[in-house]
């Protein structure tokens, strides 16, 4: 088994991946399509759909994918919006994929002031991370190695994975749960850096940890049965008492759980619970019960037993507020992830492949545009507007050892994302590129989120981000392709933490029962259709 602890000294050295004649036309095609990878990924940005709800960006993944030849599965495991497409066959199998989701209130145009876009509310969505250049980044990595496959008659299968929802975790673990990564041999996954403390690397031990939701629904389908309803002969209705009903419910739901959340889980740890209200009600003021009410409930752990404990509170509250306001009521999973497995073969491999593609470097177009946010926030412009953490190559270990300097040692697993249910499938890297953010101009200012987002639509701030991790991932993909040892020695490794591979004795299978329906009927967040026009699931108002 491979050391998990931290690195405290440099033992081991690093060295860029091998420039083989393959990989060189995978870098080359990079080189060639930026301005092609450029233009689809605003087109991306520019649909910003939400979670569940990312219709015009699956089926634009799906129509290019058919046009650059692969076979493409739409809909896949009940997912209106996902999808699977493959190139080639036979093995090994080789996966990567598109994420594609945007998050609500964060409308943003691509300029250097606060401006939500034109044509929408105000609380539409935008993409933050953003989402938008992590599918374009992993497609350019994917077509690539394809070209590569192509010229130089490499053996394989490239998988394109469609993943919706990301940011309710919502996609993987329903993937796992019907099988589509059963017959996977490795897998890259890829994000663009959030933070200076975390980007130009992968993941070694530390992964991401289990991230659980779970939708309470509330329903008082019989406010007659309530105690002290009935009426004196002559008397109003709108003077009786009435049955306490679903708002109530959910009021004391939100209450309730924010005064036991203290009590949950000890005070170590990093650890977090949020919830949104869905549905409050759903009628005008009036004397009658309200007689529906939804609340989602969303937890951050690194461990499985952590999670348990939140919900076994969270059900019993649920339980006694049905019952004070005259009420039943529903729980159902919206998604249940597990912590992120490490695999040292296929990390050591994709920092390599980082190596050779280089860090992002950003220009004057993009400091230009940096410089004028700086201006209308009233800054002094620095000459140097971008973080130079977002610029610098970060060895896995030297990461690693920053991540553990912040967590209990008993901690495995930190923060949240649902590419963990890849790791228990098959050896997988998590790979972060830094993405332009601009340098703090004292200690402990922080820029307004609408800058991140600006900054994330730009294509002269963003497309860095996206070509050198194409180059990245399209290496890392030849080189799985081309080299029958880097996935021997991954599978080997994968076998050996799971204790015989899936299925194995150490091995956490899908959380999600078999053929897990999605869940993709709640009332999410989206973009609707009205004789008014097109609005967002907030109306615009006067």
């Not at 520019?46 to 290019?64: C, G, P």
């Not at 594609?100 to 964060?106: I, R, S, T």
């Not at 050892?401 to 890849?422: E, F, G």
């Amino acid at each position: 088994m491979p050391d998990d602890r931290p690195s405290q000294t440099a033992a081991r050295s690093w060295s860029p991946a091998a420039m083989t004649m393959a990989k060189q036309t995978a870098f080359d095609w990079v080189k060639a399509h930026e301005g092609w990878l450029s233009k689809r990924h605003t087109e991306v940005w520019n649909f910003h759909e939400t979670a569940w709800r990312e219709y015009k960006s699956a089926a634009w993944y799906v129509k290019l994918l058919r046009e650059q030849g692969f076979d493409v599965e739409e809909g896949t495991a009940t997912m209106p919006t996902a999808f699977r497409a493959t190139f080639g066959k036979g093995k090994p199998v080789i996966a990567t994929y598109a994420e594609y989701d945007a998050v609500p209130a964060n409308s943003q145009d691509p300029v250097p002031y606060e401006k939500p876009r034109d044509g929408v509310h105000r609380y539409a969505a935008g993409h933050t991370d953003p989402h938008s250049a992590l599918g374009i980044g992993a497609l350019g990595g994917l077509l690539a190695a394809k070209a590569a496959m192509q010229k130089h008659n490499l053996a394989g299968t490239l998988v394109f994975f469609g993943e919706p929802a990301e940011k309710v975790c919502g996609s993987k673990p329903v993937h796992a749960a019907h099988g589509y990564y059963d017959q996977l041999d490795a897998a890259v996954s890829f994000h663009p850096a959030f933070t200076t403390s975390h980007a130009n690397t992968v993941n070694w031990n530390t992964h991401c940890g289990s991230y659980w939701s779970r939708m309470y629904s509330f329903e008082c389908p019989h406010p007659e049965e309530w105690n002290g309803m009935g009426l004196n002969e002559g008397a109003s209705a709108h003077t009786s008492a009435r049955a306490p009903g679903a708002i109530d419910a959910v009021c004391l739901m939100y209450m309730t759980s924010k005064m036991t959340k203290e009590a949950m889980l000890p005070h170590t740890g990093t650890w977090t619970i949020n919830e949104a209200i869905l549905a409050a009600g759903q009628a005008t003021a009036d004397n009658l019960a309200p007689n529906f009410s939804q609340i989602q409930y969303a937890s951050r752990c690194p461990t499985l037993e952590m999670q348990e404990r939140i919900y076994a509170i969270l059900d019993n509250n649920a339980d006694h507020v049905a019952q004070i306001t005259h009420c039943t009521v529903r729980k159902e999973w919206v998604t249940k992830t597990r912590p992120g497995l490490p695999n040292h073969a296929i990390t050591t491999l994709t920092y390599a492949n980082l190596m050779l593609a280089g860090a992002p470097q950003w220009g004057e177009e993009a400091k230009k545009f940096g410089r004028e946010i700086q201006r209308n926030l009233g800054l002094s412009p620095m000459a140097e507007p971008m973080h130079p953490a977002m610029s610098a190559l970060v060895d896995p270990e030297e990461d690693e050892a920053r991540m553990r300097a912040i967590l209990p040692p008993w901690q495995k697993n930190y923060t949240s994302d649902d590419y963990t249910d890849y790791t228990w499938h098959c050896p997988t890297s998590r790979l972060y590129v830094g993405r332009a953010m601009l340098a703090s101009p004292k200690p402990g200012y922080q820029y307004p989120n609408w800058v991140w987002n600006a900054m994330g639509g730009y294509p002269a701030t963003i497309d860095p981000t996206i070509f050198s991790a194409a180059r990245a991932i399209g290496g890392t993909l030849v080189d799985l392709l081309s080299d029958p040892q880097s996935v021997a020695a991954a599978q080997a490794e994968f076998r050996e933490r799971t204790g015989g591979g899936v299925g194995g004795s150490q091995w956490v299978p899908p959380l999600l029962p078999r053929n897990f329906p999605a869940p993709i009927h709640y009332r999410w967040p989206e973009y609707v259709s009205t004789p008014r026009g097109e609005e967002w699931w907030i109306p615009q108002g006067a």
